[in-house]
């Protein structure tokens, strides 16, 4: 993709099939390292293991419409061509954990994009369930959890409310720019 | 034109024969396979250095004519085998894909 950002929304799409009602999507830079680390950890209904395989096979899909799916497979390509790596486990009836490291240095590392913008539609276009998007970045951190949200919005105030959604994109937009300013 | 006229045409290495008597339409070139499945034209020869089993999916996936590795790209054994159960025709050339496409064109009677 041009974006890991687009990638993580595609692969996301796959724990919201899966019926993951809480996705735990972390974003961890190590600059000293030269590593970017994209986890995605979903409570769905999970994999056995030789789906577990098959997944990485752009020849796979669980989609009836078409016999290709290359979400996974491109994300980890993309991972892989950095000389960083790939990882999936999953547990059949509990969820499943994909890892992906870049070498963002690497001449072929594609951008991370907007990251922001993709938590904020996952969230404004999945109002029911649950996501906490956790970025880290050579120690400093920050999260976004919607179950606190939730309290304090309370019952009534849908996450894909337009100025929920607007106050989502103002908090990741500041603590992102907080995680970059200079020490 | 067929694509094994292409090929004779291109004086191309055949890795992978597959469906040599389709016709190839146009021409596509493009190595983001991401961007490539949103836009490779059906029918289309494909010029890329990518020869791993993502671009044979992606090729299956917009339903691409063949396949043309530039360059003397490498083609992955995985990719090899899935392009062959495909029907999808895998060509090698020496050249870059500025200069296949150029040929291609020419080939296909395609101007700018």
Known sequence: MRELALNVMDVAQNSISAGASLITLTVEEDLAADRLTITLEDNGCGMTEEQVRSVIDPFYTTRTTRKVGLGVPLFKMEAEMTGGSFSIRSQKGKGTVLSAVFVPSHVDMIPLGDISGTVRLLVTCNPTLDFVFRRTRDGREFTMDTRELRQILGEDVPLNDPEVSEWIAGYLEEQTALLKEEM | ?112
Request: net charge negative; glycine share 8%; with cysteine.
């Open chain 2, 1 to 112: 034109m067929t694509i094994r006229e292409l090929a004779d045409g291109l004086r191309a290495e055949i890795l992978v024969e597959g469906d040599l008597t389709r016709e190839a339409e146009t021409g596509y070139v493009g190595d983001l396979l991401s961007w490539v499945m949103a836009r490779l034209p059906e029918g289309a020869a494909w010029m890329t250095v990518m020869g791993n089993l993502n671009a044979v999916a992606v090729c299956s996936l917009k339903d691409g004519a063949c396949i043309i590795l530039t360059e003397n790209a490498a083609l992955d054994e995985d990719a090899r085998r899935r392009a062959g159960m495909e029907d999808i025709p895998v060509l090698r050339v020496e050249d870059g894909a500025y200069r296949t496409a150029l040929r291609v064109a020419a080939l296909l009677g395609e101007t700018a």
